[in-house]
């Protein structure tokens, strides 16, 4: 890959950057290996607080200067919070690269805190908890992570919740960040109009305070024994939600499983858009999806339908589900892999897409994978490895099962989807 460069300074920092010649704009950001499964359980909520903070000032700007320091040059800033991650990013003009990673690393090395700033930041994420719990999506998503992490960060909203929020003041912000902000968890990736030798040295002079050793590891996730939740709320439809264990960031069979998820649900062509919606028009939405994480995988499977569909469409998804595993075939893995590569080529393409894999490559897999390799991990997925793919998956765990709304149907609805990787579908799979 011709534009790609990567340093590694003293600190344990890595800059990563793809130089794209033809562009006048660039991404770039800090992705910082730290997200909700790092909190314990009086932290739960932190590291997204911190992310919203890092906006509100610093020791020489106000949250008004660094907002207008970067829109008045035409730019924009953001940030986000994962399980894993938190990312601080910019997209800026050629010219003012230096300019956003001075801001970039002045919120993370020198946040004020204030605490009136911290207050009513605190006031605003309780809104934004308030908006959470208003859309059903968002809700049914939150009971399907704590049945599949029980007890465990993992299965914890990335929100927190009005109590613990409550508790966090500036010193115990100022002591998640030192603890969980060190430089070999840290990388700051940029793409399109860059040059790599001056980002690193702004990098190497701007972010020298983070200069610990690695940031304790969280604790190994363990995906729960599924088990079904019926939430009941005055809904004009029913949320339905399933989960299986997926795999690994780095397993073999990361690829193929992927190839497996977008044939059930990936796009209109996809079993279950066909049956369910096309030709059923049992709902408007319905998709699959899977998740790795650096020790686990989430697969996931979300539709929404009148309550009184709902037996009937758990019914057709777990049958289209073990029937796919047996008779999924080459055109339908050949179509995947096709939309597998146009996504990567595609995202090569925008700049902020760009960086943001670069660091997540780094975070993952300890550098950045070619495109080649990428390709051709795609093209190493047959109709053999992915019928193993999804065989593993429905071995490995039993369904977790989240249904939201009203209605008698759901319970019946969460009985069929129990049903998937029983006795039944157990036999077709041998």
């Known amino acids: ?93 050629k010219a003012d690269v230096p300019l956003a990673l001075d801001v970039l690393a002045d919120i993370l090395a020198n946040p004020s805190f204030v605490p009136e700033e911290l207050e009513r930041e605190k006031n605003v994420i309780v809104q934004e908890i308030g908006a959470a719990q208003d859309t059903p999506d968002d809700v049914v998503f939150e009971h399907l992570n704590e049945l ?68 304790p590891k969280p604790l190994p996730a363990a995906f729960g024994k599924g088990g079904s939740r019926v939430v009941h709320r005055d809904l004009e439809q029913a949320h339905l939600t399933l989960a299986l264990e997926g795999v690994p960031q780095a397993d073999p069979s990361l690829f193929s499983l992927q190839v497996f998820t977008n044939i059930l649900g990936g796009g209109m ?91 997540r490559h780094i975070l993952a897999y300890g550098r950045p994978q070619t495109l080649q390799e990428m390709i051709d991990k795609i093209e190493a997925v047959s109709v053999e490895s992915t019928r193993d793919a999804a065989r593993a998956l429905l071995a490995r765990s039993k369904p977790a099962v989240v249904a939201l709304g009203s209605g008698r149907g759901l319970d019946t609805a969460v009985t069929f989807a129990e049903g998937l990787t029983g006795p039944k579908s157990k036999a077709q799979l041998h």
């Not at 906006?55 to 040059?73: H, M």
């Not at 613990?164 to 990388?187: C, Q, W």
């Not at 990567?344 to 925008?350: D, I, N």
Request: with cysteine; glycine share 10%; charged share 20%.
């Open 269 to 359: 062509s996809s079993r279950l858009f066909q049956e369910v919606r096309e030709n059923r028009g049992l709902c408007y939405s319905v998709y699959t999806f899977h998740a790795p994480y650096s020790d686990t995988g989430f697969f996931g499977l979300y539709t929404g339908t009148d309550p009184a569909d709902a037996p009937e469409m758990m019914e057709v998804v777990v049958d289209i589900i073990g029937n796919a595993v047996e008779t999924l075939g080459e055109a339908e893995v050949a179509r995947a892999r096709a939309q597998m590569k146009a996504g990567l080529l595609m995202a090569l393409e925008s700049c902020s897409a760009r960086a943001e894999q670069l660091a």
């Open 1 to 93: 890959m011709m534009g790609v460069e990567v340093t590694k300074l003293p600190t344990g920092l890595t800059v990563v950057t793809d130089t794209m010649p033809h562009l006048e704009t660039a991404a770039l950001g800090v992705w910082a290996g730290v997200g909700g499964r790092d909190e314990k359980a009086d932290e739960h909520g932190i590291s997204h607080l911190l992310e919203h903070m890092a906006f509100k000032g610093t020791t020489t700007r106000s949250a008004r200067e660094i907002v207008e320091s970067i829109e008045a040059v035409g730019g924009d800033l953001n940030a986000g919070t994962s399980t894993e991650t938190t990312a601080y990013y910019a997209r800026v003009l």
């Open 148 to 215: 599949c992490f029980p007890d465990q960060p993992m299965g914890r909203s990335l929100l927190g919740t009005a109590k613990t929020l409550e508790a966090f003041d500036r010193d115990k912000l100022h002591g998640y960040l030192s603890t969980h902000y060190r430089g070999p968890d840290m990388v700051v990736a940029a793409a399109g109009a860059v040059d790599h030798q001056r980002v690193v040295e702004d990098v190497t002079k701007r972010f020298a305070s983070f200069n610990g050793g690695p940031a």
